[in-house]
DNA sequence: GATCCGC
DNA sequence: GCGGATCAACGCATT
DNA sequence: AATGCG
């Protein structure tokens, strides 16, 4: 019995330590290994937060936002302004930098929405979906109003499970306006929505004023906020994926659809639905002249 | 998970 | 050398 | 300033 495991150069300790129920340390770093092609698009030049179970996700878990000084050389990083001061972050920019996350139990990278060349301008607009109830197909009607919502502003949304209980609607975009602004018009499309069907959707901030409607978050669109990385596990039952779909796979995707074996399934035989995302990308002039002219 | 401290 | 204690986030909104 | 939230 090995005491540790290789896996793309990488040693994993307590290999067969179960992080979730029937999937175990070594299965994580094959994982990240495994997906890291489709996945490392999505987190190059990106500061993480690092949420990590080391006892599996029944034990106890906690967010690690600077690098350690344990973390060897080749794991890239960057130093990103605070409020008090600055601070070292990962950067995820090879797939042995996932592995040895893996390692270090890190079961769900989470992301920066803007990039180290422009940390204060997101390429990234982000609508999150919550919600408050079970009804799925409000949930999936809502998550389908925002997406034509900001097709209807001139940019180009793309769809994702959370791996939790909702979706997330991402738009890319140039790097060009603050944090502050693009909230800004994310809060503006939401409270638009919220005047047009005050019976599905609230952006009311706490959590007992919501009642069984479909909170729609804006304020991941923060200097420092974070998402949830793209193919990311999650520290829920069954390691269910946070997953890009389709549009057309809204109706028969669920919110935790897709876990580790069958995102290595999927991925094995289709191409990653945000591959060209980037290319998509808008600046947000013309969004704005459209939703003044919306709300008017 | 890794390090530090006391024994 | 081993067991135990300790540490590992933060920006924004609301009140 | 403190609390709630993700
Ligand atoms: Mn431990
Ligand atoms: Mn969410």
Redesign the pocket.
């Given at each position: 019995m090995a005491s540790t495991e290789t896996v793309h150069d990488v040693?994993v300790?307590?290999p067969d330590?179960e992080l979730w129920r029937g999937v175990t340390?070594t299965d994580l770093a094959h994982y990240y290994d495994d997906v890291a092609d489709v996945m490392l698009p999505h987190l190059r030049d990106r500061p993480v937060?690092m949420q990590?179970f080391?006892?599996g996700i029944g034990g106890?878990g906690?967010?690690?936002?600077?690098i350690?000084?344990?973390f060897p050389e080749w794991v890239d990083r960057v130093t990103v302004?605070?409020?008090?001061g600055e601070?070292e972050q990962v950067v995820v920019s090879n797939a042995r930098s996932l592995v040895y996350l893996a390692?270090?139990?890190c079961v769900t990278p989470?992301v920066w929405l803007s990039r180290r060349r422009h940390l204060h301008q997101p390429d990234l607009l982000v609508v999150?979906l919550?919600p408050s109830g079970r009804d799925l197909p409000a949930l999936r009607r809502a998550t389908r109003l925002v997406g034509e919502l900001l097709d209807g502003l001139g940019l180009v949304p793309f769809l994702r499970t959370t791996g939790s209980r909702g979706y997330h609607v991402t738009v890319p975009l140039r790097p060009e306006a603050g944090?502050?602004e693009v909230?800004a018009v994310a809060?503006e499309a939401a409270d638009l929505l919220v005047e047009r069907e005050p019976g599905l959707f609230t952006?009311?901030?706490?959590?007992?004023?919501?009642g069984d409607l479909v909170?729609l978050?804006v304020?991941?669109n923060?200097?420092?906020?974070?998402v949830v990385a793209p193919y990311a596990p999650r520290a829920r039952p069954g390691a269910p994926v946070s997953t890009p779909l389709e549009w057309e796979e809204l109706s028969s995707v669920e919110p935790d659809g897709y876990d580790l074996a069958r995102v290595r399934r999927r991925l094995a035989q289709r191409a990653d639905p945000w591959a060209g995302l980037r290319r998509r990308a808008r600046g947000l002039g013309r969004a704005r002249e459209r939703l003044a002219a919306m709300r008017s």
């Amino acid at each position: 019995m090995a005491s540790t495991e290789t896996v793309h150069d990488v040693e994993v300790t307590h290999p067969d330590k179960e992080l979730w129920r029937g999937v175990t340390k070594t299965d994580l770093a094959h994982y990240y290994d495994d997906v890291a092609d489709v996945m490392l698009p999505h987190l190059r030049d990106r500061p993480v937060s690092m949420q990590r179970f080391p006892d599996g996700i029944g034990g106890h878990g906690f967010y690690e936002k600077r690098i350690p000084a344990h973390f060897p050389e080749w794991v890239d990083r960057v130093t990103v302004p605070t409020a008090d001061g600055e601070q070292e972050q990962v950067v995820v920019s090879n797939a042995r930098s996932l592995v040895y996350l893996a390692q270090q139990a890190c079961v769900t990278p989470h992301v920066w929405l803007s990039r180290r060349r422009h940390l204060h301008q997101p390429d990234l607009l982000v609508v999150d979906l919550d919600p408050s109830g079970r009804d799925l197909p409000a949930l999936r009607r809502a998550t389908r109003l925002v997406g034509e919502l900001l097709d209807g502003l001139g940019l180009v949304p793309f769809l994702r499970t959370t791996g939790s209980r909702g979706y997330h609607v991402t738009v890319p975009l140039r790097p060009e306006a603050g944090f502050d602004e693009v909230r800004a018009v994310a809060a503006e499309a939401a409270d638009l929505l919220v005047e047009r069907e005050p019976g599905l959707f609230t952006r009311a901030a706490r959590v007992a004023d919501r009642g069984d409607l479909v909170y729609l978050d804006v304020l991941r669109n923060g200097y420092g906020q974070t998402v949830v990385a793209p193919y990311a596990p999650r520290a829920r039952p069954g390691a269910p994926v946070s997953t890009p779909l389709e549009w057309e796979e809204l109706s028969s995707v669920e919110p935790d659809g897709y876990d580790l074996a069958r995102v290595r399934r999927r991925l094995a035989q289709r191409a990653d639905p945000w591959a060209g995302l980037r290319r998509r990308a808008r600046g947000l002039g013309r969004a704005r002249e459209r939703l003044a002219a919306m709300r008017s």
